[in-house]
């Protein structure tokens, strides 16, 4: 069970503003992950059976369903800001309520959080990360001890309707996001509770060897290929400063026709060394620059503070809007490897 009491008067709230509503919008944020997928439809799937008949709910991502989440139960209702900004734009502007998942500000949804900023609607926020942006909500939702939003919404759902909208469907999307953002139970799993919203779920005959197949076992050769020369050439070892990093600049990237959802997970190799502490991956994207951050104890939370951007203690991450090169130096000074000479990437050590 979950081990934190919500406040009734919110959950109250939110129950009406579901019955009331007549167009819910839902939104999770840029460049979505599972845990971003699999909240926004797990709570849609939801809200398909709580609201009443003549409301539309519409579930949007900034740049879309990423294609290795597209096999999610009704992936292909979610619009895409950037292949239909006007229709996201008049369902976000039409909204009497706009629930908000897996992100914490406005400005992770990018080029669309003007449109939630200026949105008439209610506004609910569930959510895992630190310092959510009071003032974008009117009703927060947020627990940064907590798995994963997936799992927060199997216990804030549980919670509001007593299970009575749990189905396979929706069973599926929220564990695929627990799965996901606990690195397939390895991580961001130290309570109970984590393990039981999993075996709650498992309980709507789901196949959990399917899921895994989907999100892990989908690699193209090119991306397999890309993987190899990322290892070989691209990863810089310090470690006596136990840091390791990659940095792709986007000849890398068109040379094996690979982006950033190939990346997903990349940036988890570099603490796959015993002795690193401290990783980082970086893409550069026309004009800005993405930084991926992990760590095995240190806060690069606050690292990524540095640089604009944000997250959790452990997984957090930038978008910067300096040269690939500038941001590269950066992230060296902030993982403080700054002028120091990586291991040479054809030397073996013992
Ligand atoms: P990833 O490195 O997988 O892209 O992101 C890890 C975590 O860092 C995400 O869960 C998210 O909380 C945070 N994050 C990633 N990119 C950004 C960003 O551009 N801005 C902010 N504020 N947080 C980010
Ligand atoms: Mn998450």
């Not at 997970?265 to 970086?282: E, F, K, P, Q, W």
């Not at 957090?316 to 002028?339: D, I, P």
Request: some cysteine; charged content about 20%; proline content about 3%.
């Amino acid at each position: 069970m979950y081990n934190k009491e919500f406040d009734s008067q919110h959950l109250a709230t939110f129950h009406q503003w579901c019955e009331d509503a007549c167009h819910i919008v839902l939104l999770s944020h840029m460049n979505a992950d599972g845990d971003a997928c699999g909240s926004l439809l797990g709570m849609t799937l939801q809200l398909d059976q709580v609201a009443t008949k003549a409301a539309t709910i519409t579930p949007i991502l900034p740049n879309g369903c990423p294609r290795n989440f597209l096999w999610l139960p009704q992936a292909e209702r979610i619009l895409s800001g950037e292949k239909q900004l006007a229709l996201c734009q008049e369902r976000i502007a039409e909204a009497d309520l706009i629930i908000c998942l897996d992100f914490n500000c406005a400005s992770r949804i990018d080029f669309l959080q003007d449109d939630l900023r200026n949105a008439k609607a209610r506004k609910i926020l569930v959510d895992h990360h630190h310092n959510p942006a009071e003032q974008e909500f009117q009703l927060i939702f947020s627990d940064p001890d907590i798995s994963s939003t997936s799992e927060y919404v199997v216990w804030l759902t549980q919670t509001l309707w007593g299970c009575k909208f749990f189905n396979c469907d929706v069973a599926r999307c929220l564990y695929t996001g627990l799965r996901t953002d606990t690195g397939g139970f390895a991580f961001s799993c130290s309570q109970p509770s984590c393990f039981e919203a999993a075996a709650l779920l498992v309980a709507y005959d789901i196949n959990p060897a399917d899921i895994h197949n989907h999100i892990v076992n989908t690699f193209t050769i090119n991306r397999m290929r890309f993987y190899g020369f990322a290892i070989s050439q691209r990863l810089q070892v310090y470690p006596t400063q136990h840091v390791a990093l990659f940095a792709f600049s986007l000849e890398d990237q068109r040379r094996f026709g690979v982006g950033g959802e190939d990346m997903e997970g990349l940036v988890n190799y570099t603490l796959m060394m015993s002795d690193i502490h401290t990783g980082a991956l970086l893409r550069e994207e026309e004009g800005r620059t993405k930084v991926s951050l992990r760590s095995k104890s240190k806060d690069v939370n606050s690292l990524a503070q540095q640089l604009g951007g944000g997250g959790h203690t452990k997984a957090a991450g930038a978008t910067c809007m300096m040269s690939f090169e500038e941001t590269l130096l950066r992230v060296q000074q902030l993982l403080g490897v700054q002028g120091l000479q990586p291991i040479d990437n054809n030397t073996l050590t013992a």
